[in-house]
């Protein structure tokens, strides 16, 4: 309820526009992009309790130390401990044939400075669950923030990452310059093969 409460008090001040395609009816992996700001955690919270979207986010070990973990486990965190990645995706599976419906919330383009490629964690993820793609995003340009459409994964990186792309092309974060194309190494392995 409070947060319900917090995201209206957040819309209704906010320059920002809020557009969802439709909200996640199944457990989905949940694209953070562009992410050039630490502004976009806060967008995507207002989103997510807007719509009211279960979500889960990844974050390093180190944001859950001390007062810190309660707090950001109580807003979906998920500690990674980088030297286990595969607990992760277990713990994912685990929460997907628990029955709950959420959105994983995944920034593929890392950091918040400006990368080569993607990570490809969301895709693997993905793939590996079988849980579909929610691409949400932030437009600066047009001050949009929302949910794009949710695409089901083939396998075909290169042809999935081709509709990732097109939707993000004209999609620029707050920080426009800090920008990715969303590309995945992957994509440069298949194309050499």
Known sequence: MLKRLLAR?????????????????RPTILIGAPHTSNWDFVLMLAIAWRLDIEVHWLGKNSLFRG?????????????????????????VVAQVHSGSVFGLVITPDGTRGGNEYWKSGFYRIARET??????????RTT????????LE?????????DRIRAFYA???GLRPERRTTPRLREEQASEDS
């Open 9 to 25: 008090l957040f819309w209704a001040v906010s320059r920002w526009t809020l557009t969802a395609e439709a909200t996640p009816t």
């Open 67 to 91: 007062w810190r973990g309660p707090i950001m486990r109580s807003i979906g965190g998920i500690a990674v401990d980088r030297a286990d990645p595969a607990r992760v995706v277990n713990d």
């Open 130 to 139: 079988g849980m579909p793609v929610t691409l949400g995003f932030v437009d």
């Open 143 to 150: 001050m949009t923030t929302g949910l794009g459409p949710t």
């Open 153 to 161: 994964l083939t396998g075909e990186v290169a042809a999935d990452m």
């Open 170 to 172: 004209d999609k620029a």
